[in-house]
Each structure stands twice: as structure tokens, then as C-alpha cells.
């Protein structure tokens, strides 16, 4: 059994930061790849950012948020976390952790069912003006 227990989420104004932590406990046997997905109301759930699990491999980060957010695992703690600058109204979500497996780190595949295998609860983070 995996468990994903995120935190970080909150309110924030614009241009401020927040940094979103995951806690993965379990084995992820047969998975290779974890990241962060977003909704928002309305909308579809979307791949924000994900990293290999294995390896040292580049990480993939959506096109329109580079320059923004950044993904990183710790895993001596078994955690992945996803660094959020320069926050956006548009940035206002529910954040997800999620582990699975994908051939490449893409748009494309990380959004493609079903490469999540595993999810978390979601945190939620909200940008004002």
C-alpha cells in the first residue's frame, strides 16, 4: 500500500512563494516517476512537474510555468516537494502528489491515463490579488 501525504498548500498573495512537500511511504514497486498535478475548479487535472524516480534524468516542468516552479526529491526522506515562485491568480488550485509510470517525462504521457498509480490527497493552494 502507498500512501502520499501532501502538505504546504495555503493562501498566498500574488508574487509570493510556496513550497508544497509530499511524503511517500509504501512500495512503489513497479512505478517510476512522481509528480505534482493540478485542478483547478472547472478544469481538468493537468501535470504541473515530475521527476524519475530512479536516476537523475530531467525533470520535466510544464512550458508555461519554467522560470516559476521547480520539483526536487529528498530520498533519504522519501519526499518530493515542488518550489512555487512568483505565484499567479492563475496558479489557484488543488495540488496533488501522485507516483506512476510513463515512458517519457512529457505532456503528453503524464497526462495520458494511466500513467498515475497512486494519489494524494491534495492540498490547496489559492493566489490573490
Known amino acids: 500500500q502507498v500512501t502520499l501525504v501532501e502538505s504546504g498548500g495555503g493562501s498566498v498573495q500574488a508574487g509570493g512563494s510556496l513550497t508544497l512537500s509530499c511524503a511517500v511511504s509504501g512500495s512503489t514497486m513497479g512505478t517510476n516517476f512522481a509528480g505534482w498535478f493540478r485542478q483547478a475548479p472547472g478544469k481538468e487535472r493537468e501535470a504541473v512537474a515530475a521527476?524519475?524516480?530512479?536516476?537523475?534524468?530531467?525533470?520535466f516542468v510544464d512550458d508555461t510555468l519554467k522560470g516559476r516552479f521547480s520539483i526536487s526529491r529528498d530520498d533519504a526522506n522519501n519526499t518530493l516537494y515542488l518550489q512555487m515562485n512568483n505565484l499567479k491568480n492563475g496558479d489557484t488550485a488543488t495540488y496533488y502528489c501522485?507516483?506512476?509510470?510513463?515512458?517519457?517525462?512529457?505532456?503528453?504521457?503524464?497526462?495520458?491515463?494511466?500513467?498515475?498509480?497512486?494519489w494524494g490527497q491534495g492540498t490547496q493552494v489559492t493566489v490573490s490579488s
Open positions: 521527476v524519475w524516480t530512479r536516476g537523475r534524468g530531467t525533470p
Open positions: 501522485a507516483i506512476g509510470a510513463v515512458r517519457n517525462l512529457s505532456r503528453r504521457d503524464l497526462n495520458a491515463p494511466p500513467a498515475v498509480d497512486y
